[in-house]
């Protein structure tokens, strides 16, 4: 069994180059944010909202987020958490309508 190459490898004459890495991340949510719709943005939600409670309670009250104030943060992802719970019925009948004409029905 052969060991695999090191990840980032690179021309060590051209120098570092940037690894747009957060590109593919970006695109991997947007693909599952398409197939799983409110779902996955109420998961997503969930956990910064997790996240943001916790490093708020740990002392933090600025965050590199544009929003800045973690408490305008926290506001806004419940909102759209609470959005997310909304629009998942809307979603759900959207589905079933497309399922069911595929079939036929």
Same mark, same amino acid.
């Given at each position: ?44 939600? @969930?956990?910064? @909202? !997790?996240?943001?409670? !916790?490093? !708020? ?20 992802? @419940? ?19 497309? @399922? !069911? ?5």
């Amino acid at each position: 069994m052969s060991a695999s190459p090191p990840l980032r490898q690179y021309d060590e004459k051209v120098g570092l180059p940037f690894d747009p890495l957060r590109l593919c991340v970006f695109t991997t949510i947007a693909l599952l944010t398409c197939v799983f719709g409110p779902i996955a943005l109420l998961v997503f939600a @969930i956990v910064a @909202i !997790r996240g943001y409670d !916790r490093a !708020r309670r740990a002392g933090l009250t600025r965050s590199r987020c544009k929003l800045g104030d973690t408490r305008v943060v926290l506001a806004y992802l @419940i909102g759209v958490a609470v959005l997310a719970v909304a629009a998942t019925p809307l979603w759900v009948w959207g589905w079933a309508t497309v @399922i !069911r004409s595929m079939l036929g029905g």
